[in-house]
Nanobody, 125 residues
């Protein structure tokens, strides 16, 4: 019943910006969190940021602070990830995931309960 679905990936030049969207649905209560993650080929999945949908609090992995911003639009059941000044090392598959009961560690992959299929982001000239 719970579903998360990402969109917005594609090709972008270094220094460019891109906004990813995550549609979340099927939750019985509103105390969940939505997080953004990414995985490059041959590397472990890493957390970027997450947001508590209930109270709007946001959390970021230390290495991800500065260029990425997470936000929500509850009226549309959407969560966004604004990515600025993209670099080639940002290339990878980006995932949206849901934590059933929100915690302050929702930017850690192991905390998440439901995952989208991912959307590919390629940063190249």
């Amino acid at each position: 019943q719970v579903q998360v679905e990402e969109s917005g990936g594609g090709l972008v030049q270094p220094g460019g910006s891109l906004t990813l969207s995550c549609a979340a649905s099927g939750f019985m209560v509103d105390y969940y969190a939505i997080g953004w993650f990414r995985q490059a080929p041959g590397k472990e999945r890493e957390g970027i940021s997450c947001i508590n949908v209930y109270d709007g609090k946001t959390y970021y992995a230390d290495s991800m602070k500065g260029r990425f911003t997470i936000s929500r639009d509850n009226a549309k059941d959407m969560v966004y990830l604004q990515m600025n000044n993209l670099k080639p090392e940002d290339t990878g598959v980006y995932y949206c995931a849901a934590e059933r009961i929100a915690t302050m560690s929702c930017f850690r992959p192991s905390m998440m309960d439901y995952w989208g299929k991912g959307t590919a982001v390629t940063v190249s000239a």
